[in-house]
């Protein structure tokens, strides 16, 4: 064994192997023989490098070109990697060290803590075995296991990984971490805490600096009074954006929202849902491909096949521009519009809806609007150009409040019910005395009558034929074989029914009937042709039981044979039947949901 001291001179080396360590300086040094390789012993403030490495010590060891270094180590590389250890291991030949006890790892801002600490100084590659901390500026990262690509500036975490930022704790199995762009990208299982709010993932990123955040894969996001699942979900801080992907599901306090796409706005409280989409609160269930809603005003836009609940009322369309606030929507395309507490279904291309006025106007580009009306078991449909119905409230003197319910049908109406049908070009319902008045050239047909004049009034009881009206010019005319023909004139006709079957006529004003006679066998016999002041038909089973005339009756018989029928015809006379709505299809409407006819929106 040798000793010898320098003091800041080189030690005598061939420099040209660069891949040797070389010792810069030290205070004492022992050089020891007696083993089987050489050994060299340094001592105080000792300084080697090798090529680009840097390393500081208070003892160093070196055999063959391996170092061990104790006391205050320090570890530069390239003047921007620096690392501090209690002590070293280095293997000259792999240049691989090993860092043991308060190893800490700079790289800029950044430091990483551990007890123990391989690096690779060739890859720049920093690996540990046995829990390591990252320090950030904002952050900081920990784990069992995991490694630190200095060049790349990119960290990856396993077992057990815990980050902590500003406002935010995550929890993961592993975890890539870009640390310059601060991103923090998940390989497995994902818990993310923030104040309020708690996300869970199993892939992923999310960006520290500007909070920008995709999850993926069972993605959850949970906060106060919300809650979100999806296959993706993309948070942006800064715009307030929450994009949800693939079996999108949103709730908060008051809604939920499903779809394929869900796009929400935390600052704006609007929201798109895409993709068989629905909506749905307290008050209202909102079906379509695409939804538009401003939680603020409660507005929504819906889009293909849209189906919007906002009981009693139902809207179905292929679009829907409906405001909550006003309660106001416009609908087109197969649009069917429900009142299901009054049994009401408006089939249309275009409507109007106002909730406040009960205003409803609908109408067609081709074909026309039809209304059905189902109750007692019986159904009525109305079809014209334009349908428009509104609501009129008037307070009686007590102060209680009366809805009076009109609806206005103009230009082509039709009317189809079992026991009646009619045709008239304008129309008026109001549902206080449940009256139907049709104007301008009515028609009506009740089983086998055909009833005319300038002006018809129909009333319905319980659902069913109460009275009819027919004034002025009234004209009442039937057959049972098309040829011969019953016929009742007046100024005016009035009608009772009992259980929706005629039970008696009144014709008053200038009265005229002309009856064909029937035997037994129900063959012609002859013609009463009578004339007087008024007269009134008894009816039992729909057929004339009874008729009784008034005030000076003119009567006259005429034989079946040598009579002309066609002379002896009433004034007025016009047999419409081939005008008689009896199918759906009679009623011009183009329809192409029938289903819906219905009744039935799912």
């Not at 069917?336 to 275009?350: E, L, P």
């Not at 006025?357 to 189902?374: C, E, F, I, R, S």
């Not at 009874?546 to 007025?572: A, V, Y």
């Not at 016009?574 to 219905?598: C, G, H, V, Y």
């Amino acid at each position: 064994m040798s000793t010898g001291a320098f003091a800041q001179q080189e030690e005598v080396q061939d420099t040209s192997k660069t891949d040797r360590i070389i010792v810069k300086f030290a205070e004492t040094s022992i050089t020891d023989l007696s083993g089987e390789a050489l050994e060299r012993i340094y001592f105080g403030d000792v300084k080697l490098y090798k090529d680009s490495l840097f390393m500081f010590c208070d003892t160093a060891r070196i055999i063959g070109n391996d170092l061990w270094a104790k006391g205050n180590v320090i570890f530069i590389q390239n003047d921007t990697i620096r690392t501090f250890a209690d002590s070293l291991y280095f293997h000259g030949d792999s240049s691989i060290a090993y860092l043991y006890h308060d190893v800490i790892l700079e790289n800029g801002s950044k430091k990483l803590y551990s007890d123990i600490l391989i690096y690779d100084t060739r890859t720049k590659v920093a690996s540990y075995q046995d829990t390591a901390i990252m320090i950030q500026e904002k952050s900081s990262l920990q784990s069992v296991r995991g490694y630190y690509d200095v060049d790349n500036d990119q960290a990856f975490f396993y077992d057990d990984v815990y980050i902590e930022g500003e406002d935010m704790k995550m929890r993961a199995d592993s975890m890539s971490f870009l640390t310059d762009e601060q991103r923090a990208i998940f390989m497995g299982p994902t818990r993310i805490q923030q104040t309020g709010r708690d996300i869970y993932c199993e892939s992923g990123f999310y960006d520290m600096d500007d909070e920008v955040a995709l999850f993926e894969q069972n993605a959850q996001f949970k906060e106060t009074n919300v809650e979100a699942n999806a296959q993706s979900i993309k948070y942006v801080k800064s715009t307030g954006v929450i994009r949800l992907e693939g079996d999108a599901y949103y709730r908060n306090k008051e809604d939920i929202g499903t779809g394929d796409l869900i796009v929400y706005n935390e600052k704006t409280e609007s929201a798109e849902l895409v993709g068989d989409a629905t909506f749905e609160n307290a008050k209202s269930k909102v079906k379509g491909e695409r939804i538009d809603y401003d939680k603020k005003t409660e507005a929504f836009k819906v889009k293909g096949q849209s189906v919007i609940s906002d009981p009693p009322y139902i809207i179905a369309a292929e679009a829907v521009d409906y405001d909550k606030a006003t309660n106001t929507a416009y609908a087109d395309g197969d649009v069917v519009w429900q009142d299901t507490s009054a049994n009401i279904t408006i089939i249309c291309d275009h409507l109007n809806y106002q909730e406040s006025t009960g205003y409803v106007k609908a109408t067609n580009d081709q074909g026309k609007p039809l209304m059905q009306n189902t109750s007692g078991g019986d159904t009525l449909y109305l079809s014209a150009d334009i349908l428009t119905s509104y609501s009129v409230y008037e307070t009686d003197s007590l102060g209680i409040i009366d809805t009076i319910n009109y609806l206005i049908a103009d230009d082509n109406v039709q009317i189809m019910r079992p026991s009646l049908q009619a045709i008239c070009d304008s129309l008026i319902y109001q549902d206080r005395d449940s009256l139907f008045l049709l104007l301008d050239d009515p028609v009506v047909w009740s089983d086998s009558s055909q009833i005319t004049g300038d002006t018809i009034e129909i009333y319905l009881a319980n659902d069913d034929l109460d009275k009819m009206e027919v004034y002025p010019k009234a004209f009442m005319m039937n057959s049972a074989d098309f040829i011969y023909y019953n016929q009742i004139s007046g100024k005016r006709i009035t009608t009772l029914f009992e259980e929706g079957k005629l039970a008696t006529m009144d014709v008053v004003g200038n009265a005229r009937s002309l009856y064909y006679m029937l035997d037994d066998f129900k063959a012609y016999i002859g013609v009463n042709s009578t004339e007087c002041s008024s007269i009134r038909f008894t009816f039992f089973e729909n057929a004339i039981k009874n008729i009784k005339f008034f005030t000076s009756p003119r009567s006259q018989i005429l034989p079946m044979r040598g009579t002309n029928h066609e002379d002896i015809k009433l004034d007025g006379f016009l047999w419409r039947f081939k005008e008689r709505p009896m199918t759906i299809a009679d009623l011009k409407s183009n329809l192409t949901r029938d289903s819906l006819l219905q009744g039935i929106i799912k």
